[in-house]
């Protein structure tokens, strides 16, 4: 197994726009890739269904069921040009998700490319209404870890960061670091990301990262309102900040936060803490509780 090690992250506020397909998509997120290089970062995360915005330059009007499917058609051109990139800027990439469809069944898939043009997916696991219900997309597989130069990352596609037990599989499996890229059209619904992100860092006494999308876009169905920012949560502890923010942006405003989160912080508290949350997960189920009435 690969040895824990600082990882320098570059987290996009990334503002949807219309561009001009598959191509502009691939300019926008070379341009962002260089910068992230240019100011250390070692691995680039975007929103989820961030390439989405690609389906802007066919349709005539908003359409969801046609976004879905020009995203979907297009995922193939879209892989190959996001791992182009990371192998010309030597850059490790999580590019937020794609939609991907086979056998007549189509997953919301998070592509972590190497800084080689190698891939691995994790697959978004809990479905929002939207993606349930308009869009029809499938459960996808259970969580998996990730081997990276830093130690292992696991990876919790916005909804599914809701969950505590899917990100404790992961930690469970070694994960120090969780990756959280996020797409949500409301406040209350970046709130249920931000907000549990930071119980998922607290309560596993590890890192969590959030990367939204961010903008209006009234010619798209999928991502016409886009709220959020950018942020790195660790554990509410000592060595910590007393909120455990570690870093986070500005509200809707596009932009590229860095933030170094170091592995060697987490097992410092997690030896040394007020309270030790990560070990005292209960490792068997809790029983159902017993109904009392006061007496």
């Given amino acids: 197994m690969t040895a824990e090690a600082p990882i320098t992250l570059a987290l996009a506020q990334y503002p949807i726009e219309r561009v001009a397909g598959v191509n502009g998509f691939a300019a926008k997120l070379d341009r962002l890739a260089g910068e992230a290089v240019s100011r250390g970062a070692d691995l680039l995360m975007l929103g989820e269904y961030a390439a989405v915005e690609i389906a802007g330059h066919e349709i005539a009007a908003p359409d969801v069921a046609q976004e879905l499917a020009i995203v979907a ?3 193939p051109a879209l892989l190959e040009a996001m791992r182009e990139i990371a192998r010309r800027h030597r850059l490790w990439l999580l590019p937020g998700t794609l939609p991907i469809a086979a056998n007549g069944t189509a997953h ?5 490319i190497d800084a080689e043009g190698r891939i691995a997916f994790q697959e978004k696991r809990i479905m929002t209404r939207f993606e349930a219900e308009e869009w029809h997309i499938s459960q996808g597989a259970a969580p998996s870890v990730f081997e990276t130069p830093w130690g292992v990352i696991g990876i919790a596609i916005c909804y599914d960061i809701e969950f505590p037990p899917l990100v404790r599989a992961a930690v469970e499996a070694g994960a120090w670091l969780m990756l959280c890229p996020s797409c949500t059209d409301t406040l209350a619904g970046f709130n ?21 999308t961010v903008g209006v876009a009234p010619w798209s169905a999928t991502l016409d309102v886009n709220r959020g920012y950018a942020a790195a949560f660790g554990p509410v502890d000592r060595g910590f900040p007393e909120d455990g923010v570690l870093a986070r942006g500005a509200l809707d405003e596009p932009d590229l936060i860095i933030t170094r989160l170091d592995p060697a912080r987490l097992s410092r508290v997690r030896a040394e803490g007020g ?4 070990a005292d997960w ?4 809790i029983p159902p509780p017993a109904r009392q009435t006061p007496r």
């Fill in 275 to 278: 309270v030790f949350n990560h």
């Fill in 73 to 75: 058609r297009s995922a």
């Fill in 192 to 212: 249920r990301v931000r907000l549990s992100a930071r119980a998922r860092a607290l309560e596993n006494q590890c890192y969590v990262a959030i990367a939204p």
């Fill in 282 to 285: 209960p490792a068997a189920p």
């Fill in 108 to 112: 919301n898939r998070a592509p972590l």
